[in-house]
Structure formats: structure tokens, C-alpha cells
């Protein structure tokens, strides 16, 4: 079947069908390829590690089956699934300099990228919405974040996810792509294919910019108004104790919020004028990668539940004649 299509005549001119994709990547800096893949494989092993040693901690600990990090195990898993759709083939073209990707496999790759990165970011509004009710509303708590509540509103952050993907995915294989087959990045993202389209993309890339307003911008303004409550809500506490455990119970989500949005946000939010791919490419870099190896170390570094949590698993490792 790929033979036929590769040999499938199109109507403009001789160029014939794209069956497969090259990888650029970071071809430019070939003198780094080494220290790249180096740190690349680096920061996806703590990535790897540090979710999954999150959710593990959550699990065996029956003082965190809370809300909050109910939602932080599907972030956590979230991570694992966003960096795992993404890193392992850049680092195989990184080392063997084999860039080719089929023209399913990229179809593929795009749809799980899409799939993951909008559903963290409807989690993250879910999140900040949980952190909202807490703080604005602590006597309801219980009632409005049930664990009924919490698995819907789960499962609304997949679901979106799953169709987001699924429809741009399609809209964007839907054309036809001939002549060259090197895209310009180390995965297949929408941007840098669209330049490879042959015919009029207007209406793809008006649907790119639809989707982040209503998929990445408008959880993003959901975000910024729950955490204007919050705001609202500590600074009119009375204890200076107070406003400091409610703040802390937010800093961390917070954090992660401004290193995943804001990267997300300029890559693909930015004037055109402005746009430059090598600049993608790094930022690309930074949501892929850095922010899913940060993720896990924020939450255990600036969240006093789970650092005391750690500190009793690692306890019971290291002294388990204690137990």
C-alpha cells in the first residue's frame, strides 16, 4: 500500500505523495548532537522517575487521598504519557541521526501530543478551580469536590483532550503533502507541517489559533480568575498564619501553571511576523521536556504534605525493621 502511494501521481505538476517526514531537529547544532541527546535523556529519566515516584507516594498514603492530589496523580500521569509521545524518537534521531518518521506515525505522534497537551490544560483549570473552592469556599468543600465531581471533571479534561486530537489531527492529515518532507522541528507539531502542505492552509492555521483561544487561552483566563478570588479571599484573612497556608497550598500549582502556559501560550499565541522556528524549536524543548522534569520536583519541594510523605516512605525503605 505505501509502494502505490509513493508512486501515486498528483495533479500539480509531477510532485507525488508524501508517505514519510525527516526530522530537522537540531541539525544546526551539530557539534552539540552528543550533549543533547545527553541532556535530553537526562531530564526525561527524572521526569520519568520523579511523576512516577509522585503517584506512588499519593497512593501509599492515605492522608493525600484529597482532591488536590487526586488531580496531581493525572498530572503526574499526564507528564509521563506528554514526554513519552515526544522524546524517545528525538533522541533516537539525536543518536543515529535517523530522523524519518512514516506518514502514520506522525499522524499518530501529532494526535497524542494534542491529546495530552490540551488535557493538562483543562487539568490545570480543574486544579486552580479545586484550590478555588478551598480557599473561597472551605465549609462546602467537601460537598462540591466530591469524589464523584473530581472523577467528572477528570474525565471532561480527557474527553476534550481526546477529541481536540482526534479533529485537528484529521483536519491537518486531510491535505495533501508533496515535495519536500523535512520538517523543520524534532516532532510532529502543527505549525511546521502546515509549511509542507501543498495548496491553501488558511483555514488550518485559523483552526490552530480557534483551538488555543478556546483550549489553551480560555482555561488559562479560568485559571487567572479562580486565582483573583483566591487573592481576594487570603488577603482579607485576619491571620497572618492563615494567608500563609493558603498560599502555600496554591504556590505550587501556580508555578507549574506559568511554566506550562507560558511557554504553550507564546509558541503558539505569538504575531507571526515574530515567528521563528529555531525559537520554536527551544520553546518546543521547554514544554516537552523541562516543565514535565520540573513538575514533580515543585510539588515535592514546595509542598509540605508530600516532602512529609516522602520522608515516611523513604523511612520505611532505608529502616524497615521499624515497620
Known sequence: MMKILESM???KGNLTAVTEFIFVGFSGLAELQVLLFVMVLSMYAVSLTGNVIITAVIKANQSLHTPMYFFLINLSLLELCYT??????MLVSLVSENGRISLWGCATQMYFFTLFGITECCLLAAMAYDRY?????????TLVM???????????????GVLVGLSQTTYVFSLTYCGSNRINHFFCDIPPLLKLACGDTSMNVLAVYLVALLFITAPFTLILASYLFILTAVLSMPSAEGRRKAFSTCSSHLIVVLLFYGS?????????????????KLLALFYTVVTSMLNPI?????NKEVKE??????DRITHPQRM
Open 309 to 314: 510523605a516522602l520522608r515516611r516512605v523513604m
Open 84 to 89: 513519552t509521545s515526544i522524546v524517545p524518537k
Open 298 to 302: 515543585v510539588y515535592s519541594l514546595r
Open 146 to 160: 466530591s469524589r464523584r465531581a473530581c472523577i467528572q471533571l477528570a474525565m471532561a479534561s480527557w474527553m476534550v
Open 264 to 280: 504553550g501560550i507564546i509558541t503558539y499565541l505569538r504575531p507571526k511576523s515574530s515567528y521563528s522556528m529555531e525559537s520554536d
Open 9 to 11: 501521481p498528483l495533479d
Open 133 to 141: 473552592v478551598a480557599i473561597c469556599n472551605p465549609l462546602n468543600y
